[in-house]
T-cell receptor, first 112, second 111 residues
């Protein structure tokens, strides 16, 4: 079945550091790929998405590129802020948009 | 606020009791999902509705769990004869197509 693997956290960075959170997936067909973020005390929010190979999703300075050849969707940000501290979840849906699978989440802490 | 709402936000119940949670999706979304999330884990898919039809159910959804979405609007998730292992956050999400919008969740504690 479909699955998502994320790098284990927690990840602790200083403000303005470069961020990469690795995500790889296993899926049949042509899944859509997502990053969701959960800020402390809040619900999950969609951060960005990509629906086909080589697409780049971007939002709030975060980017991720759908790499079919490496089955990856790594999340990057050039300069993190304290306000980016949250848990980040990589997810995929099948090509019908019905079956969603989430990774275990990676906790990011950004120190001032 | 036109986001996804869930009620109650917290529920404490004794083992063996039945509980029911409600989810009100964004009104124009025809897809509705239920997930369970435990501490340190990502959401685990439970079930999916397209309008009023329940199209997918996870193996995680034992016979004690039942979900409905009458008239394709709000949805309820009932857990019968609760067990301590049912303690978790229950999340609802709605979707117009492939993007999901999550509610705040209902935290269930079974004592």
């Amino acid at each position: 079945g479909n699955s998502v693997t994320q790098m284990e956290g927690p990840v602790t960075l200083s403000e303005e550091a470069f961020l990469t959170i690795n995500c790889t997936y296993t899926a049949t067909g042509y899944p859509s790929l997502f990053w969701y973020v959960q800020y402390p005390g809040e619900g999950l929010q969609l951060l960005l998405k990509a629906t086909k190979a080589d697409d780049k999703g971007s939002n709030k300075g975060f980017e991720a590129t759908y790499r079919k050849e490496t089955t990856s969707f790594h999340l990057e940000k050039g300069s993190v802020q304290v306000s980016d501290s949250a848990v980040y979840f990589c997810a995929l849906s099948d090509n019908y948009g019905q079956n969603f699978v989430f990774g275990p989440g990676t906790r990011l802490s950004v120190l001032p | 606020d036109t986001g996804v709402s869930q009620d109650p936000r917290h529920k404490i119940t004794k083992r063996g009791q039945n509980v029911t949670f409600r989810c009100d999706p964004i009104s124009e979304h025809n897809r509705l999902y239920w997930y369970r999330q435990t501490l340190g884990q990502g959401p685990e898919f439970l079930t999916y509705f397209q309008n009023e039809a329940q199209l997918e159910k996870s193996r995680l959804l034992s016979d004690r769990f039942s979900a409905e979405r009458p008239k394709g609007s709000f949805s309820t998730l009932e857990i019968q004869r609760t067990e301590q292992g049912d303690s978790a956050m229950y999340l609802c999400a709605s979707s117009p197509q492939d993007e999901q919008y999550f509610g705040p969740g209902t935290r269930l504690t079974v004592t």
